[in-house]
């Protein structure tokens, strides 16, 4: 979707004003060390994927989510996600206190957690399905604004490119964020920084991008 | 998103209140178990952080093979050799800096980062200036974090689209030809593994 998510190539934010690495803390406030661990660890019950978890975040009110922290947009897609998924009201929500007993559930414990944790989840899977580019081909990036979740950004849509590497068929976000586990074959994209902004572009810069077979085109 | 830092730095208090709300909830329900939330933040606080980055770029520096492997496949070479392993971590790709080319690291749709190799992503790199701005105008961008790239060096970033994730292997330093690896691992900082900055030099 075309949503504020989509921040490659916007204008207008300013200077970056990094915290210098030797002094930055991991959190900043205790509220965040725990959005973050309730997130992962509701994450474990397995009632969503990643996908599903990243377009929570982006069905905020544009200015809602430009002008949250990065962890109060964690806690607002957790928290639809929650309600979506029927693992909380609104109700309890809002006021902190379980009203259906009769929903108990089983988290996994301290060290399945952790096991989980480990061994990750890899999103490439084993089909036959052939791939339609190779190494060197010249693509054309398709020009597709989806409704729903994708992870083709704006800013690469009807540019050329070329191929650069294949990482075999991985899990197909737009699909998956639907609850729909289907693969398609990823490759690394390589656009030159006047293919991507202005003829005039004189850098001699690029962008390599990981873009899925259905958002190309041979070019 | 932090953009505004003091923004960040002064958020009301009834959010602290409405997350401490949540995970009552949540623990009352049995959705999740306190102690897993403990383990989570101690994982993530004190012991997954840019050091393990570090110990795989100063053998990259130091051994050819394993450097090549790692460009290729970096995900399972250091489960074998180091034992990292897990979550936002299971495709690894490791890119190399060279006198001609500069690698940079960006997630322009959120925020996505080697945990594994680095940790959790600093609050820059989750902002929305660094996401907008790192694509079109790289080089603007590295010189905000005290890093100069002559014009003649092409930039190359990486826009981690999909569940790749990139492991910039920063220049050796110069004057550091016999130094141990684990001496080297000192040079490795967490930004030169993002490609905002260079490898730090030898004092």
């Known amino acids: 979707m075309n949503g504020p998510h989509d921040l490659g190539g916007q204008y207008g934010f300013g200077r970056i004003n990094p915290e210098p690495e030797i002094s930055e803390l991991v959190f900043h406030h205790d509220w965040e060390r725990k959005v973050f661990a309730i997130t992962l660890a509701c994450g474990f019950l397995g009632k969503w994927n990643i996908d599903e978890a990243r377009h929570a975040r982006e069905r905020q009110h544009p200015v809602k989510y430009l002008s949250n922290t990065y962890y109060q947009n964690w806690l607002a897609g957790l928290e639809k996600l929650l309600v979506e998924k029927n693992l909380i009201t609104e109700k309890e929500l809002n006021t902190g206190h379980p009203y259906n007993e009769q929903m108990v559930y089983t988290p996994p414990d301290v060290h399945e957690a952790m096991n989980i944790l480990t061994k990750g989840s890899p999103a490439n899977l084993q089909t036959k399905k052939l791939p339609k580019f190779k190494k060197y081909d010249r693509v054309k990036v398709i020009n597709n604004h989806s409704k729903g979740h994708t992870r083709l950004p704006r800013y690469v849509r009807g540019c050329s490119g070329t191929v650069i590497r294949s990482y075999g068929v991985h899990i197909f976000p737009d699909d998956n964020a639907k609850g729909i586990k289907n693969g398609e074959h990823l490759y690394s994209v390589c656009f030159k920084a006047k293919e991507l902004w202005s003829e005039n572009n004189k850098e001699l810069n690029s962008v390599c991008i990981d873009l899925w077979e259905p958002y190309m085109a041979k070019e | ?203």
């Open chain 2, 1 to 203: 998103m932090s953009y505004d830092k003091k923004e960040n730095h002064s958020l009301p208090s009834d959010l602290a209140l409405r997350v401490k709300a949540l995970e009552s909830v949540l623990i009352d329900k049995g959705l999740i178990n306190p102690e897993t939330l403990d383990a989570l933040i101690d994982t993530y606080e004190h012991k997954i952080g840019p050091k393990n980055g570090a110990q795989v770029v100063a053998r990259a520096w130091v051994d050819e093979n394993f450097k090549a492997a790692i460009k290729n496949d970096c995900s399972s070479i250091i489960k074998k050799t180091f034992g990292f392993a897990g979550r936002q971590g299971e495709h690894i790709i490791a890119v190399e800096n060279t006198p001609k080319l500069h690698n940079v690291v960006v997630c322009t749709l959120c925020s996505c980062y080697p945990w594994t190799l680095l940790g959790l992503p600093p609050t820059w790199y989750k902002s929305a200036p660094y996401r907008a701005r790192v694509v079109e105008d790289p080089r603007s961008v590295l010189n905000e974090f005290g890093t100069n790239v002559p014009i003649e060096k092409e930039i190359r970033v990486w826009d981690s689209t999909s569940e790749i994730r990139y492991l910039v292997i920063p220049e050796r330093p110069s004057g550091t030809e016999e130094w141990s690896e684990d001496k080297l691992s000192t040079l490795v900082t967490r930004d030169s593994m993002i490609g905002v900055s260079y490898a730090k030099e030898p004092n």
